[in-house]
């Protein structure tokens, strides 16, 4: 079968693109408005694209209307968020930040998280989450009146204890409990690992010797 995505409707790419691009990291996004109404949303059009440095990119779509989302504003007008990273626990409070709350509802107040203060960023973070990085926007960019690519740089990163060896700064996956979306309402956990060695040309040219 072959689909050519400059035909299609823009609700068969997105349904396409969700069920074959799994499983997607989630980034529940916090921010704050300018009026100081600390918003919590999940977003998995999400992933880390750079280290150095270290970049962060969200996929912010407009709602139907074409107003864009809480979350948009805000990054546009305060320029900072805070990404967590959702385990097993905070999955059903993740799911509860994503109802489309009026803007002047703090998600904190309704889906039963913990706000936690931040180093560097002037936005509520959740005390309950295993992972978060503090992000000081550096490029939004408007790809349409609908799509808006907000490019985040990590500023500093904050772990839950136990987490991460502070000797090694290896993370203990199992402890992690970390979940990713699938499509539409479904999630997965990371229950099954399994390990390749990279090799150099090197190396590779010498196994295929021996
Ligand atoms: C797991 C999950 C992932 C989501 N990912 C996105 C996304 O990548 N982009 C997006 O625009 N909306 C996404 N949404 C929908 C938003 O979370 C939802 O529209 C939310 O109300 C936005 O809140 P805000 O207005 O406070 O930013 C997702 C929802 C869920 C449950």
Same mark, same amino acid.
């Given at each position: 079968?072959?689909?050519?995505?400059?035909?299609?409707?823009?609700?068969?790419?997105?349904?396409?693109?969700?069920?074959?691009?799994?499983?997607?990291?989630?980034?529940?996004?916090?921010?704050?408005?300018?009026?100081?109404?600390?918003?919590?949303?999940?977003?998995?059009?999400? &992933?880390?694209?750079?280290?150095?440095?270290?970049?962060? /990119? %969200?996929?912010?779509?407009? @709602?139907?209307?074409? =107003?864009?989302?809480?979350?948009?504003?805000?990054?546009?007008?305060?320029?900072?968020?805070?990404?967590?990273?959702?385990?097993?626990?905070?999955?059903?409070?993740?799911?509860?930040?994503?109802?489309?709350?009026?803007?002047?509802?703090?998600?904190?107040?309704?889906?039963?998280?913990?706000?936690?203060?931040?180093?560097?960023?002037?936005?509520?973070?959740?005390?309950?989450?295993?992972?978060?990085?503090?992000?000081?926007?550096?490029?939004?960019?408007?790809? &349409?009146?609908?799509?808006?690519?907000?490019?985040?740089? /990590? %500023?500093?990163?904050?772990? @839950?204890?136990?987490? =991460?060896?502070?000797?090694?700064?290896?993370?203990?996956?199992?402890?992690?409990?970390?979940?990713?979306?699938?499509?539409?309402?479904?999630?997965?956990?990371?229950?099954?690992?399994?390990?390749?060695?990279?090799?150099?040309?090197?190396?590779?040219?010498?196994?295929?010797?021996?």
């Amino acid at each position: 079968m072959e689909l050519n995505f400059q035909e299609l409707d823009s609700k068969t790419r997105y349904k396409l693109l969700t069920a074959a691009v799994i499983p997607r990291p989630i980034a529940l996004v916090t921010t704050r408005s300018s009026d100081g109404t600390d918003n919590a949303a999940p977003y998995s059009f999400f &992933n880390v694209f750079s280290d150095d440095p270290p970049l962060l /990119i %969200l996929g912010l779509q407009s @709602r139907n209307s074409r =107003i864009p989302k809480d979350t948009t504003n805000n990054i546009r007008q305060c320029g900072e968020f805070v990404v967590h990273l959702v385990d097993r626990p905070l999955a059903e409070a993740m799911n509860e930040c994503s109802v489309d709350f009026p803007e002047e509802v703090s998600e904190f107040d309704v889906a039963g998280i913990t706000r936690s203060s931040c180093r560097f960023v002037q936005v509520s973070r959740i005390e309950e989450a295993p992972i978060a990085f503090e992000c000081r926007r550096t490029i939004m960019l408007q790809i &349409n009146e609908n799509r808006e690519l907000a490019i985040g740089e /990590i %500023l500093y990163m904050h772990a @839950r204890d136990g987490l =991460i060896d502070p000797n090694t700064l290896k993370l203990n996956l199992p402890k992690y409990n970390i979940v990713g979306r699938l499509y539409g309402d479904l999630y997965t956990p990371v229950t099954e690992t399994f390990a390749y060695t990279r090799l150099s040309h090197s190396e590779w040219l010498k196994k295929r010797t021996t």
